[in-house]
């Protein structure tokens, strides 16, 4: 007998374990939150959580084809996502804040993230790195008692909702928190800000292709 309250927490605690870590995704959407206003953040963050769905359900249902097309496309996708991570870290430091009409844009830039990009932008760094695939295939493999060896469809869809609902709490928790001090920030340090995640967005993206060419030459 299938516990769905256990599995519905399992699948919550897989979303919230897979987004939480800080990294590239995380800063792109607290800069953002800080730029652009909480709904801009979130939305970045739904689209890091739409890829973490795709993996949860390539994970889940057991969509082994999907899934050996994805590793058999590991470089090229983290040298796709190696490279996104450059950019965006380059575009970022240099850009600069432009002149905050908040109450009439509602948090939405005009330039470099509108609401569609923001959810684009994130799923595309999300889906390029197929390490993810591999941790949802670690933490899944822990669920084999609850779920069973040859989970049903009912069981699948509970998992992956649950892992979609964790994720996108994730986010909300995030740039809401991070929303609040939005309007304290002034442009001065908002180019600071754009500086240091910029940076450190770079960093993320370098050590991507870095460890793929240590792997080649190993």
């Known amino acids: ?69 994805i590793k058999g496309f590991y470089i090229p ?36 993230s509108t609401l569609v990009g923001a959810i684009v932008s994130t799923f595309a760094l999300t889906i390029t790195n197929p390490a993810t695939l591999f941790g949802f295939a670690a933490l899944f493999a822990g669920l084999g008692s609850l779920i069973g060896e040859k989970p049903r469809f009912v069981e699948a869809a509970i998992l992956v909702g649950g892992v979609a609902a964790g994720s996108i709490a994730w986010w909300f928790t995030i740039t809401t928190i991070v929303g609040l001090f939005h309007k304290n920030i002034d442009n001065r340090a908002m180019t600071w800000i754009n500086r240091a995640m910029g940076i450190a967005i770079t960093l993320f993206g370098i050590a991507v292709l870095g460890n793929l060419l240590r792997a080649q030459f190993a």
Do not use: W
Request: charged residues 15%; hydrophobic residues 55%; aromatic residues 6%.
């Open 77 to 112: 996708l983290q040298i796709v996502g190696g490279l996104m991570l450059i950019g965006f870290g380059v575009h970022t430091i240099f850009s600069k804040p432009k002149k905050r009409e908040l109450d009439k844009v509602k948090g939405v830039d005009k330039g470099a």
């Open 1 to 69: 007998m299938v516990d769905y309250a256990l599995l519905i927490l399992s699948g919550l605690a897989i979303g919230i374990i897979v987004a939480a870590p800080i990294g590239p995704v995380n800063l792109i959407c607290i800069r953002r939150t800080l730029a652009f206003g909480p709904l801009n953040g979130f939305l970045s963050g739904l689209g890091a959580a739409l890829g973490d769905s795709v993996f949860g359900i390539v994970t889940a249902f057991g969509l082994t084809a999907i899934a050996q097309l």
